[in-house]
Structures are given as structure tokens and as C-alpha cells.
């Protein structure tokens, strides 16, 4: 049950044992858990390194088992600091990703066809789109964050994609799950989704990306200002990286005609709606609830309120409380 928090069967059964016995030796924990002597002293090395035992203050020579409700929690808050550093250097990872790619913007490489160019403001992006989108023949491939997309968003791409469609290009489009909380968002991608075009939404979405016939790439320079324009790549590096990002996210999204929101089934009240699922993990990683929230393209009071459901199915009355219980189901 503890090995989300890095104790293996062994180990935890004598942490339970100490709980149970705490004055029993080496001897007395081999015979009462079945477990061999190297074993368990084994388990009391990981124990110790793990901060469960302590020395006795009484006599040093002895090792005193750690109440849980410090022990165990010290363990989850280690692990929180460990997550929160991982989603760091991601982000981290990503701006140097981002500037990587806007620097190629400003190159010209030696050769006859430049891989990229730098588009600033909304109609020099939307002029260039209604080319791209013109000379499209086979496939492209969409992804909106934010939920809810603008109006002048979609209007300014239902021609464009009528067009692509009536040509019998191919259209694959990803939207985050909140997207299906608003109905013009959400009739948009029903329209596609009737018209041939192929719709799957996620609960996060990396950035916003265009590609087009897996040759030429449209990405936001800075994802979190989009004032700065966007990126047109060719770059087959760049380009592929892309579709590659693209495909995986893909290949684990809902299609729009299923409930990725869903709650828990009938024949399973124990399952996790994967938007679910990503807000404990965007919560375990150290995001606040109003971060998390726009990572999932959805309101704080949204964020709370499902947070609060989550808490009522795990019987939990705190969040450190229904991190435990998060952890020993497998949620996180």
C-alpha cells in the first residue's frame, strides 16, 4: 500500500510490525512476519535511511519506530519537493525549447529555401495560414489549448478547414477536455467531427501547434505570450519532433463522441476520469489550485469543486489525507 511512497512489501510490513511490536528484536519481527533475518535487517536499513527510525533518546543503541502521521508525512512532502523540481526543470526545459526554436527564426540557413520565419501579429499569422492551408493536399494536424476557443478563432477557421475538407484532406484536431464546457467550442468540433474531420480532446495539451502535410510547423514563439508572435518552420527536425509530440498525445485521447470528463462506471466506482487523474497529479507537483487550473483550461472554483468530489470518494478530510489515499490506490 506504501510503495507509491518508495517502501517495497517487505519494508512496510516491518514498519507495521515496529508499529505493532516496537519493542521487538530482529528475532521476534523474522518470526511474527515470516520474513528471513537478513531480510529484515535489510528493512530496517531502508527504514532508518528513510527516517521511520530514529535513535532512542533514552538509549542510542536502540532505534525508536517514527509516528506515521510525521513519518509518512515527511515521506509525501519530500516526494511533493521531488515533483515540484521535476516540473521545474520541465518548464525550464520548455523555454529553452522555445527560444531554441525563435532563434530560428532569425537565421538564414545556407541554402536556397529559409526553414523558418518569425510572424508577428494576428493577420500576418492568418494570412499565412489561408496559404498554408490553401496549398494543404493531405493532412493537418491541430492543437488548441485553453478550453474554450475565442469566436473570431473560429470563424476565422471554418472556411479554412470547409475548404481542406471539401478536398478531402485529412483533419486531425486535439482540444483540452474543458473545451466540451462550452457549447460554441464544443459545436465547432462536432461540426468537424460530421463533416470528416477526426476530434479528440485531453485534459492538457503541451502548446498550441499546427502542422501541415507533416512538412511545415506553426507554433506560438512564447506559448505563455502569445503577443510575440508565432514561428513557420520547415526545419525536417524541428517538423518531426512536432508530429511525434502530436501522435503521442494523440494516441491517448478521447474521441469527442465518448465522455473523456467521465465519472466513475457502474462496474468499476473505483476508476479515475483521466481529468481527474491529471489534477492530482498537477496538485501533487506542486502547482497551486489556480495554476492547475489553467493547465487544465479550467476555473479555480472549478478546480476546488472537483477537488472536493475527489476528497468525498477517497473519505478523505484533508488533501495531505487524500494524497495517502490518492497514492495507495495507484492515482498517483
Known sequence: ????????TATESVYRGLLRYPNAGVSDLSVRLDLSEQRIRAALDQLVDMELLQSSREDPDLLRVVNPEVGLELLLRRQECELARRQEAL????????????EFAALRPDSDVDVAERLVGLDAIQGRLETLARDLSEECLAINPGGAQSQSSLDASRPLDEDALRRGVTLRTLYQDSARNDPPTLAYARWLDEHGGEVRT????????????????????????SRRGALCTSAPGIVAALVALFDQIWEKASPLDSDSRGRPTDDDPAELA???????KL???????????????????????????LMERLGATSRFEAGIKAAQRGWV
Open 91 to 102: 518548464a525550464r526545459g520548455k523555454e529553452a525549447v522555445a527560444r531554441t526554436v525563435a
Open 283 to 309: 496538485l501533487a507537483s506542486g502547482l497551486t489550485d489556480e495554476a492547475a487550473g489553467k493547465r487544465l483550461g479550467v476555473s479555480l472554483r472549478t478546480v476546488r469543486r472537483q477537488m472536493a468530489a
Open 202 to 225: 485531453t485534459p492538457v495539451v503541451p502548446l498550441r501547434l499546427l502542422v501541415f502535410d507533416r512538412r511545415i510547423a506553426v507554433v506560438p514563439i512564447d506559448p505563455a505570450n
Open 1 to 8: 500500500m506504501l510503495d507509491a511512497l518508495g517502501l517495497d
Open 274 to 280: 483521466p481529468v481527474e487523474r491529471e489534477l492530482l
